[in-house]
């Protein structure tokens, strides 16, 4: 069988929105390839990849986001429109760097299972390592909590900035028996991070039924269903649970259009992690959240994406 590898050259804030809008038009298998990968060091030199990476498997700047299409007579059309959804990011304030679309044909071979090179164990906080589902990994130390992830299906890896201090937020402030409520789960990677550090009860929810069902699979894959609820569901419209703590990584406009509702789904004392927000949002949503009755607790900048955490 043949295919066509599109490859899209942006800059990483437009990274995960490139990979759900190639996911959802029937890309088998994202992979990228970012060049400051070479030289990143998480905050502090704590944390990081725990493998060497080649330079040859980067592009020379920015990053590359490469998606593989079957050749068929709507393989045309298909990026035509994959181009213009990403072009639309811009309404969205999402930077894509001088944008530049190509297309190679590969043969399967080539790509079935090269791209898994792409992905290694990524340690991301005190606790949590981010694992592909095909690497043999042995934790470091007996509290090392290991969430397992599979690259290839929709939402991302869990390494992306915004995803990484959301769960270094819940690694802070989810205690054991916590009810959790995940807005826009995505993957359900901060669910599993969630029900990992012991909470009793984790709801996640997802407008997207791609989401839903990737986030399904994934609560299964790391042994957290009996835990984690996943449901298709409009942020936290008709939710009248009542959460220790409420994480929502998603863009800062979807935020801020229900932070005022928030508290609502929210015991006293309770924690709103936020994030998916640009540096240029990052006050906007700080007084919404204050709008909203709520106290800032903290503000945490990682390659010019924000996370707050307020308490009600």
């Given at each position: ?172 402030f989810v205690k054991a028996g916590d009810h959790v409520v995940d ?95 640009i540096g240029q949002k990052k006050e906007d949503v700080k007084q ?25």
């Amino acid at each position: 069988m043949k295919w066509s590898e599109i490859c899209i050259e942006t800059v990483n804030d437009a990274v995960e929105p490139i990979s759900n809008i190639l996911h959802e038009a029937g890309a088998s298998g994202v992979v990228i390839e970012d060049r400051a990968e070479l030289d990143k060091k998480r905050e502090g030199g704590l944390f990081g990849e725990l493998y060497e990476l080649n330079p040859d498997d980067y592009p020379d700047e920015g990053v590359a986001v490469k998606a593989y299409l079957p050749v068929n007579s709507f393989l045309q059309e298909t990026v035509e429109d994959i181009t213009e959804a990403v072009k639309n990011l811009a309404a969205y304030q999402i930077d894509t760097g001088n944008l530049r679309v190509s297309v190679n044909e590969v043969h399967e071979e080539d790509w079935a299972t090269a791209w898994k090179q792409y992905y290694n164990p990524v340690k991301i906080s005190e606790k949590f390592t981010i694992v592909p589902t095909w690497e043999d990994y042995e934790p470091f130390s007996t509290d090392e909590l290991i969430i397992e992830l599979d690259p290839g299906m929709a939402f991302g890896t869990g390494t992306h900035p915004t995803t990484v201090m959301c769960l270094q937020a819940l690694e802070r402030f989810v205690k054991a028996g916590d009810h959790v409520v995940d807005v826009g789960t995505g993957s359900g990677v901060l669910a599993i991070g969630a029900a990992l550090l012991g909470s009793s009860k984790v709801t996640a929810l997802d407008l997207d039924e791609v989401a839903v069902s990737a986030a399904r699979q994934n609560t299964a894959l790391n042994k957290v269903e009996n835990i984690v609820s996943v449901s298709k569901n409009n942020l936290i419209d008709g939710l009248d649970d009542h959460a220790d703590v409420v994480v929502a990584n998603i863009l800062a406009e979807v935020i801020i259009s229900f932070t005022k509702d928030v508290e609502t789904i929210m015991r006293p004392g309770g924690y709103f992690i936020a994030s998916g927000i640009i540096g240029q949002k990052k006050e906007d949503v700080k007084q919404a959240m204050t709008d909203a009755g709520l106290i800032v607790e903290e503000t945490v900048v990682m390659e010019d994406w924000v996370c707050i955490v307020a308490k009600k």
